[in-house]
């Protein structure tokens, strides 16, 4: 008996791994050599494309399509209807599968629901990228992305609240995770009350 859970109305193609304690919902397809972390979710209509790779406790939210060159890491979150690409230029006529670009979703970014996400890019651990937003280059860790193109509006803690830095370092008002800031982006230096 399986340790993870998957609706009869979703495709597993044969040699999809699924982690335990995985719940995979109506209308799925997970192809073949796509691998699913322990605890995940994939909601209504995911796809998950061959040889992708899905950490553990990953939620990938309704309508979402992970295709090929996609990588996520642990603790992502992905909103509804938000999209990746893995191809710059594309023609119907036009066979580019050599030349997908990968895509890389480090540990605990945040993607909002309906946000375009380029290929090409490096997503840095706990950024969060807001509903709506179009992102053209790599972004920091930490980092809060919004609009089309996605800018960088300010940093946002590891437990999803706003950072205020004073000078070159803050603690969230929240959790208490201390944070320090310089030109290259910003690092957790302490761990806070949590």
Same mark, same amino acid.
């Given at each position: 008996?399986?340790?993870?859970?998957?609706?009869?109305?979703? +495709? !597993?193609?044969?040699?999809? %791994? !699924? &982690?335990? &304690?995985?719940?995979?919902?109506? $209308?799925?397809?997970?192809?073949?050599g796509?691998?699913?972390?322990?605890?995940? %979710?994939?909601?209504?209509n995911? $796809?998950? #494309?061959?040889?992708?790779?899905?950490?553990?406790?990953?939620?990938?939210?309704?309508?979402?399509?992970? +295709?090929? /060159?996609?990588?996520?890491? *642990? *603790?992502? $979150?992905?909103?509804?209807?938000?999209?990746f690409?893995?191809?710059?230029?594309?023609?119907?006529?036009?066979? =580019?599968?050599?030349?997908?670009k990968? @895509?890389?979703? =480090? =540990?605990? %970014?945040? !993607? #909002?629901?309906?946000?375009?996400?380029?290929c090409? +890019?490096?997503?840095?651990?706990?950024?969060?990228?807001?509903?709506?937003? %179009?992102?053209?280059?790599?972004?920091?860790?930490?980092?809060?992305?919004?609009?089309?193109?996605?800018?960088?509006?300010?940093?946002?803690?590891?437990? #999803?609240?706003?950072?205020?830095? !004073? *000078?070159?370092? @803050?603690?969230?008002?929240?959790? &208490?995770?201390? +944070?320090?800031? @310089?030109e290259? #982006?910003?690092?957790?230096? /302490?761990?806070?009350? *949590?």
């Amino acid at each position: 008996m399986a340790d993870f859970f998957v609706h009869e109305s979703a +495709y !597993i193609d044969p040699g999809a %791994v !699924i &982690g335990a &304690g995985s719940k995979i919902w109506h $209308f799925c397809h997970v192809m073949s050599g796509a691998k699913i972390g322990e605890n995940c %979710v994939l909601g209504q209509n995911v $796809f998950v #494309g061959a040889d992708v790779a899905v950490g553990n406790g990953v939620k990938i939210q309704n309508n979402v399509s992970v +295709y090929q /060159g996609v990588l996520i890491e *642990d *603790d992502v $979150f992905l909103g509804p209807s938000m999209v990746f690409t893995n191809v710059i230029n594309p023609r119907s006529a036009v066979e =580019r599968k050599s030349e997908f670009k990968p @895509t890389v979703v =480090r =540990r605990g %970014v945040s !993607i #909002g629901a309906n946000a375009t996400i380029l290929c090409g +890019y490096e997503l840095g651990e706990y950024s969060f990228i807001g509903a709506g937003a %179009v992102v053209t280059k790599d972004v920091k860790s930490y980092a809060i992305m919004i609009g089309v193109p996605a800018r960088q509006t300010g940093w946002m803690c590891q437990c #999803g609240e706003k950072l205020n830095f !004073i *000078d070159q370092t @803050t603690a969230c008002q929240v959790c &208490g995770k201390q +944070y320090s800031k @310089t030109e290259e #982006g910003v690092t957790l230096t /302490g761990s806070g009350n *949590d």
